[in-house]
């Protein structure tokens, strides 16, 4: 049984406007009918095809062998001959839509202790577990996955608890979350399965922001997240925000009940910023009231009465 293989795929995807987003470990799962446990077992081609012996099926069925062909790019060969040497166990997704490739994701040995801005985004290093270059996954809670044994035990539970493929949402989570997994692009998104556990974490994220965003971020890269990073409040009113906009999802007596209770939210104090030349004076921002009542009209406009 023969598939292709993409070594160290990044857990992010490429939309139709281009836009690179995040992936949690369980949109992963979700989307691959195939999810094993495995290990080089023998390199049948140096940079052209290799075999792995699985260990454990943790979703769909699996041979005990499957021989894969190393995908295109400078980085294959080396991390094929990394792997073989270790003897590491490995996950490796199986995706139907992308031409039956396989995505291998290396569990490292040790705790991710070292801060994003410290980690090597070029290297391949076996002390960490990301997805090859350089920067870490989310998990569905919105935190980052630090070792190889939570990363399995979320996978299985995962696999387990949903066996059939989800529905998915594309959520926006501010640059300074973004951050926490060691990349940030322009516009952070991350896309999670549609579930009750989603649910919780959205439910979490209205009611304490402030566990999600970090205490301290790097001055923000990009011009528009500037006037966010100078104020915590800003930075947690933008991920309420997208997590009322994901309850949208799950409509119930108890979320309607929620969201009214929202639509007396004081606001935020953005502070005055300027870039570019151009200033921008102090203003309130109302964005978690008015995304609450968004979502209510969606659900009926009832509810607002």
């Known amino acids: 049984m023969k598939f292709a293989i993409l070594l160290s795929a990044p857990a992010c995807m490429v939309s139709a406007q281009t836009r690179l987003d995040h992936v949690s470990l369980e949109e992963l799962v979700n989307r691959s009918p195939v999810v094993v446990l495995a290990k080089i077992s023998s390199v049948d081609s140096p940079g052209r095809s290799f075999t792995i012996e699985v260990k454990e099926v ?4 699996a041979t005990t062998a499957v021989v894969l062909f190393a ?12 792997r073989s040497q270790s003897g590491q166990y490995d996950l490796y997704f199986y995706d139907p839509n992308s031409r039956g490739t396989w995505g291998s994701y290396p569990l490292g040995r040790d705790d991710l202790s070292k801060p994003p801005d410290q980690i090597d985004r070029l290297g391949f290093d076996e002390a960490r577990f990301d997805v090859g270059f350089g920067y870490r996954l989310f998990s569905l809670d919105l935190t980052v996955v630090r070792t190889r044994d939570e990363a399995i035990r979320r996978v299985r539970r995962f696999a387990r608890s949903h066996p059939t493929s989800l529905k998915s949402y594309n959520m926006r989570i501010p640059g300074a979350v973004a951050r926490t997994s060691g990349w940030s692009v322009a516009s952070d998104h991350i896309d999670l399965p549609i579930c009750e556990e989603l649910e919780a974490t959205c439910l979490r994220i209205i009611a304490r922001p402030g566990e999600y965003v ?3 971020w790097k001055q923000p890269t990009f011009f528009f997240d500037i006037a966010m990073g100078r104020s915590r409040a800003t930075m947690e009113a933008v991920l309420r925000e997208a997590a009322i906009g994901c309850l949208a999802n799950f409509k119930s007596v108890r979320n309607i009940l929620t969201l009214k209770k929202l639509l007396n939210d004081p606001g935020v104090v953005v502070p005055e910023w300027s870039v570019e030349g151009m200033k921008y004076p102090e ?13 209510l009209n969606g659900w009926d406009t009832t509810a607002m009465r």
Do not use: W, Y
């Not at 943790?58 to 069925?61: M, N, V």
């Open 71 to 82: 995908g295109p790019g400078p980085r294959s060969t080396r991390e094929l001959q990394f």
């Open 214 to 216: 970090p205490t301290l």
């Open 58 to 61: 943790l979703k769909g069925r």
């Open 283 to 295: 203003t309130r921002s109302f964005a978690v009231r008015d995304a609450a009542a968004k979502v």
